[in-house]
């Protein structure tokens, strides 16, 4: 009998239920009595469903990772466990949880990149005991509850209205200032009004005449 292995694959060999070893990439040739698993090594992601995790001041927060991964020992990735995928999937969870909870709700979303590091550190030991090795961890989304989401746009809505209402006030000032300063000048310096006078009067009457 032939099995014929491709390149992203391992072969794990049994004779007899007994563990014979690991083929390589090619054309194998082997008894009938040989069972062969397939591995693909090639590196893959997992993203877990999106769970809720209470953070350390009591929010329940939604939080999804991406995880890259690959199989390092075809072996040990059959022997380890009859779900190797599910075993990694639930190191994902338990280590993302125990993230979460050690910060607030609103250190989350900024800690993106600690919490990444967090999972990617905690769930490697139960990896290599998988046969597997973890590349890389990204927090994809941090989703908060309604009510905190609508406060916080109730927030931005007022901060805005704030700013808008700060430019007006100083608008307003800088008009007061400027008619202060022109009293003053008036109150200094009273031929300033004659001269105004005079300016207004020029000025009507060249419309007047640019009219007619």
Avoid: C
Wanted: avoid cysteine; charged fraction near 25%; glycine fraction near 6%.
């Amino acid at each position: 009998m032939k099995q014929t292995l491709m390149p992203w694959e391992r072969g794990v060999r049994f004779d007899r239920g007994v563990l014979v070893g690991e083929l390589g990439p090619g054309q194998h040739k082997m008894p009938r009595t040989t069972a062969l698993h397939r591995i693909d090594i090639r590196p893959r992601s997992m993203t877990p469903a999106a769970q809720e995790v209470a953070t350390s001041d009591g929010v329940l927060v939604r939080v999804t990772v991406v995880v890259r991964w690959a199989v390092t020992s075809a072996t040990t990735f059959v022997m380890a466990s009859a779900t190797p995928d599910a075993e990694l999937y639930l190191a994902v969870q338990l280590a993302l949880r125990g993230a979460v909870l050690t910060r607030t709700h609103d250190a989350v979303d900024a800690d993106r990149d600690a919490i990444a590091a967090e999972v990617l550190a905690g769930v490697r030991p139960r990896a290599a005991e998988l046969g597997v090795e973890v590349s890389g961890v990204a927090v994809r989304d941090v989703v908060m509850p309604g009510e905190l989401r609508r406060a916080a746009l109730a927030e931005l809505v007022a901060a805005s209205e704030g700013r808008a209402a700060l430019e007006r006030a100083r608008g307003e000032t800088a008009a007061l200032r400027s008619l202060l300063n022109a009293a003053r000048l008036a109150e200094e310096h009273p031929a300033l009004l004659q001269l105004r006078a005079l300016q207004t009067a020029g000025t009507v009457v060249v419309d007047r005449s640019a009219r007619s």
